[in-house]
């Protein structure tokens, strides 16, 4: 059952999805009739799947969902409002019982009340009718699904599963059963089984006797099936089977194209993954090879470098084809966000429209599996805190109903996530005077703070501006899980808000988790590795150019006055003072800082290895590497160490 139940849990949800997206378009246009008939089918093909497994409940509520939908569909009428939100609402339930059965491999307990109250709030759900809908599945059904995997595997369309077990005495009636089967329609797989595993010996037959039972799989529908075996309706048991479609664990959408895809466990990937940065560290080792090879033999060494540029060629077709492996598009790490908002809203008595884009936009598995976690802090705290009560909002001149989008594009070689509301906003003052009272900074550091600074502070361990502890957290409970899950995924977080105006954050994220593109920076005589993606710009001033200001230094860059930290003095190691300063510009705490270093080097495509053993407890330190020379590279935090 397990490769079953993984296969459901991936096209599960990819109906519900869709289904999702359906009435999400009817809502925009009532009249769109393929919408109506899209989302039908996913619901249609849903209760199929989900008869596999002991659902019941979600049986029942998705034939309710069903039947509302066929009539919309024959009248060719429009579905109202409430009609959408109802079947919403249905989804939603499927959905949370879909992690339910992943969880925990059962439905939680109130699952008949939720079902009975789904199918109240649908027009015209007949709650009778479905009660009719068939039982869970006996055991039979799981074993034909194992024998029969490839009939299953190569359908388009929904199968139709028989079990007819022969009354014992039918040849005495003239019955032929291998006749009656005949009678059943578009018979795609048949097995004649014995009565009780295995078949009696030649001693043991008796020729009067049936000892047989008969299973198969027919393309037509239940009730042309039913008909077939009409005259002993309880000799037989039918039940409907959804098509079993081999697909990548990680892919979304592409299900109905089981012949161009391969299923391929993730672990495998990953080792995949890590072989190619060792193999991107074993290349960088040619060029220094090649210079120690100059001084020997000139030939030698252009050969070297010719052969380094074949095998670099070939490790960079690789990097790109294990890349693209790892893509994964966005809408399932995102999908259950809109359910939430809904249950958060409705627990708080708020009205929230909540709208996402840029969900197919497909991403590093790595950063996909790490995503959902500070999304959905960010999401909870901007439906509790961010998006005001309906009246709260009219006084101020606003809709009842608050919005909050959330937008997913490329920008570069980074992903860029939007999640942004029209709520109270954030006052920077008041996140000041609370950072002060709970003494995680000082009143005078406090007040120096810019405002994109204090809005950081929300970030800090501990920080809460609710009054009251919740289920559902006030903004600030929370995010600092935010900042170190992002954090670990090498990507940056920004803060943009104004009281009474709404908030945005701005998530930057790695577009690449294989490798890391470093700058090699000299300090002290030592080299350090640094992340490209956390250098705005490297800059070279004159010496002259840093002017004291307070306790420490600064200088003007493009027009702004800019903080000059030693990045020499933060790793505790000698600076080397210099006619002119070469300086790396980084973003810590929503600012610009300028740190200095000796002198830039080369920049290389590797494989950074998380901070391990002593090195973990190491501040500013997020990981390490081997350069092709043997030597161990540090490799810094920027925003960290300038924080």
């Not at 006797?209 to 039918?238: H, K, N, W, Y």
């Not at 994964?328 to 809203?345: D, G, S």
């Not at 002017?547 to 600064?554: C, H, I, L, Y």
């Not at 080097?601 to 950074?608: G, Q």
Request: hydrophobic share 50%; net charge negative; charged share 20%.
């Amino acid at each position: 059952m397990d490769d079953l139940l993984e296969q459901f849990l991936i096209e599960g949800r990819d109906l519900i999805a869709q289904a999702a997206a359906d009435l999400d378009t009817l809502r925009r246009d009532p009249k769109d009739a393929a919408a109506i008939d899209s989302a039908f089918r996913a619901i249609h093909t849903l209760k199929g799947s989900v008869g596999i497994f002991p659902m019941g409940p979600a049986e029942r509520v998705l034939h309710a969902a069903e039947e509302v939908l066929e009539r919309a569909r024959k009248a060719r009428a429009m579905l109202d409002a409430a009609t959408i939100a109802a079947i919403v609402g249905c989804l939603d339930a499927i959905d949370r019982w879909v992690d339910d059965l992943e969880g925990g491999g059962a439905l939680s307990p109130d699952a008949e009340a939720v079902a009975a109250a789904a199918i109240a709030r649908l027009p015209g759900a007949d709650p009778a009718a479905s009660e009719e809908v068939a039982p869970a599945p006996s055991f039979w059904v799981h074993a034909l699904i194992e024998r029969e995997r490839g009939v299953l595997q190569g359908a388009t369309t929904a199968l139709t599963a028989f079990r007819y077990t022969p009354d014992a005495e039918c040849f005495f009636r003239g019955e032929d059963p291998l006749a009656v089967v005949a009678g059943v329609p578009e018979i795609v797989a048949l097995a004649v089984l014995p009565i009780g595993g295995s078949w009696p010996t030649l001693a043991e037959i008796d020729p009067f006797v049936c000892t047989s039972i008969i299973e198969g799989l027919s393309a037509a529908a239940i009730e042309a099936v039913q008909a077939a075996f009409r005259m002993m309706p309880d000799q037989v048991a039918i039940h409907p089977i959804a098509p079993f479609i081999d697909a990548q664990p990680e892919s979304v959408g592409v299900t109905g194209h089981a012949a161009a895809t391969l299923r391929v466990d993730a672990a495998r990937i990953d080792a995949l993954a890590d072989g190619l940065g060792e193999l991107v560290v074993a290349v960088n080792a040619f060029a220094p090879l090649a210079e120690q090879a100059d001084a020997i033999d000139r030939d030698l060494a252009a050969r070297i470098r010719a052969v380094q540029a074949g095998i670099e060629r070939a490790a960079s077709d690789l990097h790109r084809g294990v890349s693209a492996v790892r893509l994964v598009p966005l809408a399932p790490t995102l999908r259950r966000l809109p359910r939430m908002v809904r249950e958060i809203a409705a627990s708080l008595g708020k009205q929230v429209a909540f709208t996402m884009s840029g969900e197919r936009l497909e991403v590093d598995k790595q950063v996909a599996d790490g995503l959902f976690e500070p999304l959905l802090h960010l999401v909870r705290n901007a439906v509790d805190h961010g998006i005001e009560a309906p009246g709260d909002r009219e006084t101020a001149g606003k809709s009842a109903a608050g919005r909050i989008t959330l937008t997913a594009s490329r920008d570069g070689d980074a992903i860029l996530l939007v999640l942004a509301d029209d709520g109270a906003g954030i006052d920077a003052d008041r996140i000041r005077g609370v950072a002060a009272t709970r003494g995680l900074i000082g009143e005078e550091a406090a007040a120096q703070l810019s405002d994109a600074a204090a809005l950081r502070l929300i970030f800090t361990p501990g920080f809460s501006t609710a009054a009251a502890v919740t289920e559902v957290s006030g903004r600030g409970v929370g995010m600092d899980a935010v900042l170190t899950a992002v954090d670990r995924l090498r990507g940056t977080i920004e803060i943009e808000s104004a009281p009474g105006a709404g908030t945005r954050f701005l998530l930057r994220l790695p577009a690449n988790a294989l490798t890391t593109r470093l700058l090699i920076v000299e300090i002290g005589g030592d080299r350090y590795g640094v992340p490209l993606d956390q250098i705005v710009e490297t800059v070279r001033v004159d010496t002259s150019a840093l002017m004291p200001v307070g306790g420490g230094r600064a200088c003007v860059l493009r027009g702004r006055t800019v903080p000059v930290l030693s990045l020499a003095a933060l790793l505790g190691v000698a600076e080397r003072s210099n006619a002119a300063t070469k300086l790396l510009v980084t973003r810590s705490g929503g600012e610009n800082v300028a740190l200095t270093v000796d002198g830039f080097a080369e920049r290389v495509d590797t494989l950074v290895r998380p901070s391990s053993g002593i090195l973990a407890g190491v501040p500013g330190v997020t990981g390490s590497t081997l350069l092709g020379d043997g030597d161990v590279l540090l490799v810094l935090d920027l925003p960290a160490l300038a924080a």
